[in-house]
């Protein structure tokens, strides 16, 4: 019996041995932590899965993610998640964290961080060290291209926010950095909640075959002083507010607008040749350009309207007329010209004719002064040859020498008072004139007849004596 009892005692150590060595293992209990570990290569399935290792500042490491075979403490770790931060109360602290290793498992990268107390998650795009919002904002989302081990420069940034920081909630913001020291950049765009997108450099179009910006068919509107412009539009610069006050260009009725914020003359548009200004318009519509000009064609269409100087031209020529839009009718039309304000020649030109230094002609050309010319030439219908007619009745020398009595100037000839009120009819007076010189001619030509008889009837008398 007892060489019995001594057989089994080998057996009995082994079973208590082994019930001492499977204490280490995991047990059927949940009220008690457990010293054990446990490694399977097979399939873990669990209905609950808790942690309870705590967190700390440098962060706590809850679950690895390993490639290969090794030990956990070999170089195959590759992921772990866990917490890090120490609580401080109001939420603060037990932060999530996912970290990534380098192949010999030390630490390589914080890709994921989402902080408990506001849920702002920031994604690392590259290596370095994540930024982490630490302001009180709830609802952001970061993500930048990674920064130096002091995250001192961060890459390019965007930010999506639902509320902190100076932006309204549900904007997006986009950043070029952050400089030396953490400082920020300023950003570089946003897109706020009603989709408008401010861009603080510039914007590059680059396709290489066709560059397209398109404004969708909102409705189209002149600028006014209350509401600008409805519909398109793009506005330049804003002085005091897009809806009252802006340099913008926009869309209205079959017809392009560009703007500035008030109807005067300290504002207005500017063209340039390089940094040469060659010409302007102010904003009552006053233009000043440099260089020459060409007009080609004409105005047509019912959108000018008053009066105004025009200059066209047609196939049969071009032309500069006063003429009234609304009305349909020809105004006077002025040029001037002179050395001072006060010496000036004035050209009108009215429905009567033109004027010359005068501004209210008084036929087909009117001249207030001197006519200095080579040669002038008059046509005229009639001319004075009627008077060498035989059936002119040429009146006596005591007729004419009656009438010049009376009247004090020739017959057919204006007086003064005539010239001084009507002025003279230079082709009628050169007629009028022809005709007297012709007269005269006649006249002459009598006396001449009759001293001839007188001369020879003299040498006769004076033969007849001798």
């Known amino acids: 019996m007892k060489k019995k009892i001594y057989s089994l005692l080998p057996l009995l150590y082994t079973v208590v041995a082994g019930y001492a060595q499977d204490s280490a293992y995991i047990q059927n209990q949940s009220t008690v932590a457990q010293p054990a570990s446990g490694w399977i290569s097979g399939k873990l399935a669990s209905s609950y899965l808790q942690t309870t290792t705590g967190t700390s500042a440098t962060g706590s490491r809850h679950h690895d993610f390993f490639a290969g075979t090794n030990t956990p403490a070999g170089a195959n770790l590759r992921w772990s998640f866990g917490l890090q931060t120490l609580e401080t109360g109001s939420n603060l602290g037990s932060d999530f964290k996912l970290w990534s290793y380098k192949d010999d498992g030390t630490y390589l990268a914080t890709p994921l961080t989402i902080l408990r107390s506001t849920g702002i998650v920031s994604i690392q795009v590259g290596i370095g060290t994540p930024w982490l919002n630490t302001n009180n904002s709830t609802g952001v989302l970061s993500i930048h291209g990674g920064a130096n081990a002091a995250n001192s420069y961060r890459g390019a940034e965007i930010d999506l926010r639902a509320g902190g920081h100076s932006i309204t909630p549900g904007e997006m913001t986009f950043h070029t950095g952050i400089g030396g020291g953490g400082t920020a950049q300023p950003e570089r765009m946003r897109i706020n909640v009603a989709g408008l997108v401010t861009i603080g450099y510039g914007l590059s179009l680059t396709n ?14 002149a600028p006014t002083i209350n509401t600008r412009s409805i519909g398109t539009k793009l506005v330049l610069y804003s002085a005091v507010s897009a809806t009252t006050s802006d340099y913008a260009t926009g869309i209205e009725s079959s017809h392009i ?43 047509t269409g019912t959108a000018a309207t008053g009066a105004a100087a025009e200059i066209g031209a047609t196939a049969s020529g071009a032309s500069l007329i006063g003429f009234n839009r609304t009305t349909g009718v020809y105004i006077p039309l002025s040029l001037s010209g002179g050395t001072t304000a006060t ?77 001084d009120k009507d002025g003279i009819d230079v082709g009628e007076m050169n007629k009028k004139l022809l005709a007297k010189v012709e007269e005269l001619t006649l006249y002459l030509i009598e006396q001449n007849k009759k001293i001839t008889a007188l001369e020879e009837w003299k040498e006769k008398q004076e033969k007849e004596r001798n």
């Open 257 to 299: 607008w560009f703007s500035v914020p008030s109807n005067g003359n300290l504002q207005g548009f500017k063209f340039y040749g390089g940094t040469s200004q060659i010409g302007r318009i102010d904003g009552l519509g006053n233009s000043q350009w440099e260089g020459q000009g060409r007009f080609k064609g004409w105005l």
């Open 343 to 419: 010496n000036q020649t004035i050209v009108t030109i009215n429905n009567i004719g033109v004027g010359i230094g005068t501004p209210t002609p008084q036929s087909e050309l009117s001249v207030k002064g001197t006519i200095t010319a080579q040669r002038v030439k008059v046509t005229q219908t009639g001319w004075a040859d009627y008077v060498f007619h035989k059936d002119y009745l040429l009146p006596s020398l005591q007729e004419v020498e009656a009438y010049i009595n009376t009247h004090q100037h020739l017959d057919g000839i204006p007086s003064a008072v005539d010239v």
């Open 208 to 221: 290489p075959t066709s560059n397209l910006v398109n404004f969708n068919s909102v409705g189209i509107s």
